[in-house]
């Protein structure tokens, strides 16, 4: 009878430790969803509104490819609402664009705030033609500095000492069909006035060097 009532309890024991292990074990695992559910829900409201608001972009046919979840923002993401930021592919026909979105997502209502921007590279721009470049051995500065010269002698008709300085030439080409050449020099305007600096500009051809027009200052 000992032995029957000893087998009992031992028994009783074992079943009550499994119980309580099986409760620990549950209770070990996070409850159903856990504390990423609102995350996941919020990246599925974020997408659903994105691929809504693709798919409604224009009339026909489109395709669109998610190929990975959008990603929380933590740093601008607060107990309130998420901010998540996702990828996507827009297609229609031939036609395909690269999406990027983001979303606000408020956690009480998952009512979302969503910003599209279309990322799409744009298209590969044909090379603009190089300007022509000048030919250098019909350059000559002193065919600029000639003009130069004759506008001073018609603005001034006493002027003298007309000098150049050579360290202040300079050459660009901002367009195929026109050159400039600049430079600076001082001259007297009368006789017995101090010397007056000025600068002066050419637009020449590239292709031979010719000196269209030229200007004077000041």
């Not at 430790?17 to 070990?28: E, K, P, T």
């Not at 695992?29 to 990423?36: E, N, R, S, V, Y």
């Not at 130069?148 to 300079?170: N, Q």
Request: with cysteine.
């Amino acid at each position: 009878m000992n032995t029957i009532s000893t087998f009992s309890r031992l028994r009783a024991s074992v079943v009550a430790a499994a119980f309580m292990g099986l409760a620990f074990a549950a209770s070990a695992q996070p409850a159903a969803g856990g504390a990423d559910a609102p995350a996941t829900s919020a990246a599925q409201a974020c997408e659903r509104e994105a691929r809504q608001a693709l798919a409604g972009r224009v009339a026909g046919a489109v395709k669109l490819t998610f190929n990975t979840a959008p990603e929380v923002r933590p740093y601008i993401s607060n107990e309130n609402q998420t901010v998540l930021r996702g990828v996507a592919r827009w297609q229609r026909g031939t036609e395909v664009r690269s999406i990027q979105y983001s979303c606000t997502v408020d956690l009480a209502s998952f009512k979302v705030g969503l910003v599209i921007r279309d990322a799409t590279p744009a298209p590969a721009e044909t090379p603009a033609r190089a300007p022509a470049e000048p030919d250098l051995s019909a350059l000559s500065p002193a065919a600029c500095e000639s003009r130069a010269a004759a506008a001073l002698k018609k603005r001034w008709p006493r002027v003298s000492e007309i000098a150049f300085d050579p360290a202040t030439r300079s050459f660009g080409q901002p367009s195929a069909g026109i050159a400039i050449f600049r430079g600076n020099g001082r001259a007297v305007p009368t006789p017995g006035a101090p010397h007056t600096f000025f600068a002066f500009e050419c637009e020449i051809d590239p292709r031979d060097g010719w000196v269209l027009r030229s200007s004077l200052k000041p």
